[in-house]
DNA sequence: CTCGCTTACGGACACCGTAAACATA
DNA sequence: TATGTTTACGGTGTCCGTAAGCGAG
């Protein structure tokens, strides 16, 4: 069990596809299904029904499980999150609108690469594309 | 970030030394030693004080993270549990006495190997050593 | 045909053990 | 010396990408 597997589930029930899901996670298809594989070996269970059409659906101990996976996750983001704390660094998950200092004028951010552009001229950067206006940042 | 090193992490922190902790999660002192090494680059902070002396204790750092160590490694504990109840195994953390009849008698049980014989008799097997009279269990 | 998942193959690298070096007492 | 941690080196195995295979529409 690792991170990857882990990510790759909770990827895949919130997408129903393995494509989607290796978009979101920044992986190939072939390496969800590889996770996905081998979790479900690893823990002896099936996890997803498989639809061939693309739509892949949580069996009842994925859907078991899967607040445990996210709960998880969680506690790794938290981890992370304390060490940047602890590095003086500011940095995290934010919202549009949240922060407005870091934010550029509305009329620069039509597209998440415009708003990518704009934010590096303040010091941030976009780390990996989010869901409905959030993206997670890094400042150096 | 991975298991081993979460879980060397809370050893360090459970026994005050290298060479204990690596003693309880099966590891050598130099897998330990490498474990934390990363852990701590990787999060780009120090979270053990070393004392020389064998004994080493957490950082202000690693005292704010380590709950959420605790608290990821107990949900990876039920992702587990939750796998092996799908698989209708009736498997887990037991201590001696609290099963009579997959415990042999006292008799054989002079040490974990004995123990590790007489219980392979009765469907079990040891999958990882314990403390105090508690062992972990797996019955196929 | 296209689309989507799986499988085969292979490369890069992470993990961890042995053994040596180093530090403390 | 003895005890305990770190570091150097190397083997084994995991992870993941490319590309081929296969099933459904």
Request: some cysteine; proline content about 2%; hydrophobic content about 40%.
């Amino acid at each position: 069990m690792n991170f990857s597997q882990l990510q790759s589930l909770v990827a895949l029930a919130d997408t129903g596809s393995f494509t989607e899901a290796a978009y979101t996670i920044n992986l190939t298809q072939s390496a969800v299904s590889h996770a996905l594989a081998s979790l479900e070996s690893e823990l002896g269970v099936t996890l997803l029904e498989r639809n061939r059409k693309g739509v892949v659906s949580l069996t009842a101990t994925g859907q078991k499980i899967i607040p445990h996976v996210r709960a998880l996750l969680a506690q790794a983001e938290s981890i992370e999150q304390e060490a940047r704390v602890a590095q003086g660094k500011a940095s995290g998950k934010v919202r549009l609108g949240s922060i407005n200092s870091i934010i550029p004028p509305r009329s620069a951010c039509q597209s998440t690469d415009q708003f990518s552009t704009e934010l590096s001229r303040h010091g941030g950067s976009i780390v990996r594309g989010g869901h409905a206006g959030s993206w997670r940042l890094d400042r150096g």
